[in-house]
């Protein structure tokens, strides 16, 4: 099959699923990340006939992008702060939303010796992005699943860095020294929140990195503030990423907690998405 009648066949494969920027995007990858083209190569060469394995590999992907499957888990890895990461369906695909909180955190704090937990770290692309930046960092992250755990010690080995990996429930674990700064991104979307959401997400990323109960939406953050209680540093950081419909009751629960002072950011899309309090 010419290379330029699969664009044609893929475009119409996936029209019902994917708007046609998003099927440019995916055919994009399907150029460069499949058959190592770039795609200028693609517009000077619409009549390259795919061989077996080429064609095998494009049929593979496109019958998994029918499915609804998201391309990240079918390739097996996404970008995350300019970094490739492994993913795969045990832990969330890195969001561009959390490069943003990433950024800031790292806008904020130097390279000197500071301690750093995140909790909640999925394919670790907090810690491991950190590490890279901020060498003198010694960092930990925290999880409950342990073959995102795995995923998450591939990925570290992917960047040449070494995390503190602690496979544990937040609920229940205890065992942690004093740390200058903790980070997470927890699961914050409620329950009721899941009709608006696509099917790419809900039939193929994990339930428990997403969501929680409408009836205790803030679990983790509440569970997050009573370990700053202890194991915060005074003058400490926590930064936070959020459910925006939550910003006020998030306020309302630090000042429970006696953090006086909170700063709030927005995401690319303009929505409060970014906590910071000081301890
Ligand atoms: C929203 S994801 C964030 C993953 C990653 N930090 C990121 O930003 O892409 C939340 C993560 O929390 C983990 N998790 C859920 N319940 C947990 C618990 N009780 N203790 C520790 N981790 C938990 C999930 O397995 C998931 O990896």
Request: glycine residues 2%; hydrophobic residues 35%; proline residues 3%.
């Amino acid at each position: 099959m010419k290379i330029s009648d699969f664009n044609s066949k893929f475009r119409s494969d996936l029209t019902e699923l994917y708007t046609v920027d998003e099927v440019s995007s995916l055919f994009r990858i399907v150029l460069e990340e499949l058959l190592s083209f770039d795609t200028t190569q693609f517009y000077l060469k619409p009549d390259y006939i795919l061989n077996n394995t080429e064609l095998d590999k494009v049929n593979k992907f496109t019958n998994e992008l029918k499915k609804g499957k998201p391309f990240q888990y079918v390739i097996g890895e996404t970008r995350f702060y300019n970094y490739k990461f492994y993913v795969n369906d045990s832990v969330l695909i890195p969001r561009i939303e959390t490069e943003g909180l990433v950024d800031w955190i790292l806008r904020e704090n130097k390279d000197s010796k500071t301690t750093v937990i995140d909790f909640c770290s999925g394919s670790g692309c907090i810690a491991i992005t950190m590490k890279m930046k901020r060498k003198k960092w010694n960092i930990s992250a925290l999880e409950i699943d342990k073959k995102a755990i795995d995923l998450a010690k591939r990925n570290s080995f992917r960047h040449s860095v070494e995390i503190n990996y602690i496979h544990a429930d937040i609920f229940s674990w205890n065992n942690y020294d004093e740390v200058d700064i903790i980070i997470s991104n927890p699961p914050y979307v409620v329950e009721s929140q899941k009709k608006n959401m696509k099917v790419n997400v809900l039939n193929f990323e994990p339930e428990k990195s997403i969501f929680v109960s409408d009836q205790n939406p803030l679990i983790f953050y509440k569970r997050i503030f009573d370990i700053s209680k202890l194991k915060l540093k005074e003058g400490g950081l926590l930064y936070f990423e959020i459910n925006p419909k939550f910003k006020n009751a998030l306020i309302s629960l630090s000042k429970k907690y006696s953090f006086s002072t909170y700063e709030l950011k927005k995401d690319i899309f303009r929505r409060n998405r970014y906590f910071k309090f000081q301890k």
